[in-house]
């Protein structure tokens, strides 16, 4: 079935530039997504990204998607201490119908001032 | 409503009392999802409304997790006889047609079952 891993944590400094990475393993893996979950929150989509695109940058978050490798990644320039979370990074594809989202583990980003 | 609405935002219950989640999709979205959140387990999809097309139940855990979806809009996920392992925050989340375009997730439910 269809599998996403991330790393566990990652820890940066308050304006240095984050990068959280992610890999997949459906081929078919058509629509790629980044949500934010805070403390006692629910999830909050940060960006999506389609297949046939290799980058998308929405002010201070760059994705970069490699699908020959099947890896994904979440750029967040000049870092802010409000960016502490975690991230999940999430995949839909025709495989599923686009019915449901698999989800990695997610990323705890921890931003130091 | 703005948002997703899911009630209540924390339910403590004894095991093997039976409990209802409601959540409250976006106005105008047809496709409504259920997923758990687990220490152990990460995010699960549990179950999917799309319409009037009948529900993709694949991914509850056993037959004591049942969900309905009344007049296209509010769903409520039904846990019966509940038992210590089903302790987890579950989401609700909604979207257009199919989950292309991402998915809004709600609060979440956190469930403790002592």
């Known amino acids: 079935g269809e599998d996403v891993e991330q790393s566990l944590f990652l820890s940066v400094r308050e304006g240095d530039s984050s990068v959280i990475n992610c890999t997949y393993t459906?081929?078919?893996?058509?629509?790629l997504y980044w949500y934010k979950q805070e403390p006692g929150a629910g999830l909050q989509l940060l960006t999506y990204?389609?297949?046939?695109?290799d980058m998308k940058q929405d002010q201070r978050l760059t994705v970069l998607l490699n699908k020959k490798d099947k890896h994904l990644s979440l750029r967040i320039a000049d870092t802010q201490t409000g960016d502490s979370a975690i991230y999940f990074c999430?995949?839909?594809?025709?495989?599923?119908?686009?019915?449901?989202?698999?989800f990695g583990t997610g990323t705890r980003l921890l931003v130091s001032p | 409503g703005a948002g997703v609405s899911q009630s209540p935002s924390n339910k403590v219950t004894e095991k093997g009392k039976d409990v209802e989640l409601r959540c409250d999709p976006i106005?105008?979205?047809?496709?409504l999802y259920w997923y758990r959140q687990s220490l152990g387990q990460g995010l699960e999809f549990l179950i999917y409304?799309?319409?009037?097309?009948?529900?993709?139940k694949s991914g509850l855990p056993s037959d004591r997790f049942s969900a309905e979806r009344t007049g296209g809009s509010v769903s409520t996920l039904t846990i019966q006889r509940t038992q210590q392992e089903d302790s987890a925050v579950y989401l609700c989340?909604?979207?257009?047609?199919?989950?292309?375009?991402?998915?809004?997730f709600g609060q979440g439910t956190r469930l403790t079952v002592v």
């Open positions: 989340a909604s979207s257009f047609t199919g989950s292309q375009g991402g998915s809004f």
């Open positions: 459906d081929s078919s893996s058509t629509y």
């Open positions: 990204i389609f297949s046939n695109m």
């Open positions: 999430a995949e839909t594809s025709m495989n599923t119908g686009f019915q449901k989202l698999v």
């Open positions: 106005s105008g979205h047809t496709a």
């Open positions: 409304f799309q319409g009037n097309s009948a529900p993709d």
